[in-house]
């Protein structure tokens, strides 16, 4: 009888992501038009000091910006899963409130802004870190669908 060769156990691993690398291609042109539609592309995001994780890499940077009063930050960065995992456990402590999104099983971490015209909000999944920043405009729309592009 021959002695059975033992198998190795599949170590599930996560879904290759697809990062955006336009930020005039974001979410269907709908959406992006009712996010940021009016306003101006400014930069590309660099510079700015927002929470990121350990040893994060910017991959797109996207800032917009209408009149005095009106803008979006979207910064997407990449780092190992394990600095995203961390990263992602300090934002309670900065006053982030988090849980998993059931549509895209992503970190959402959500920081209110000083007024209720805007907030912070942080996707966080598979080594991806979606920051979003928003002053006098609504961004969950235009968020989502990002995430979902990238995590599908």
């Known amino acids: 009888m021959p002695t059975p060769i033992p ?4 170590t599930p691993t996560a879904a290759p992501v ?12 709908a959406t ?3 996010a940021v539609g009016d306003m101006t592309l400014q ?8 929470p990121a994780p350990e040893g994060a890499t910017l991959a797109l940077g996207c800032d ?25 456990g300090t934002l309670p402590g900065e006053g982030y409130t988090c849980q998993v999104a ?22 966080a999944r598979d080594g991806v870190w979606i920051y979003l920043s928003t002053v006098n405009r609504n961004g969950w729309a235009f968020l989502e669908e990002i995430a979902q592009g990238i995590f599908g």
């Open 7 to 10: 198998t190795a156990t599949p």
């Open 18 to 29: 697809t990062l955006p690398t336009d930020c005039n291609a974001l979410a269907t042109d």
């Open 32 to 34: 992006r038009a009712a």
């Open 43 to 50: 930069s590309n995001g660099e510079g700015f000091v927002r």
């Open 64 to 88: 917009w910006i209408v009149g005095d009063a009106t803008g979006m930050l979207l910064l997407i960065s990449t780092a190992t899963p394990e600095a995203v995992t961390a990263a992602v």
């Open 102 to 123: 059931d549509d895209f099983g992503a970190q959402v971490c959500v920081l209110p802004g000083t007024g209720s015209d805007t907030e912070e909000i942080i996707v």
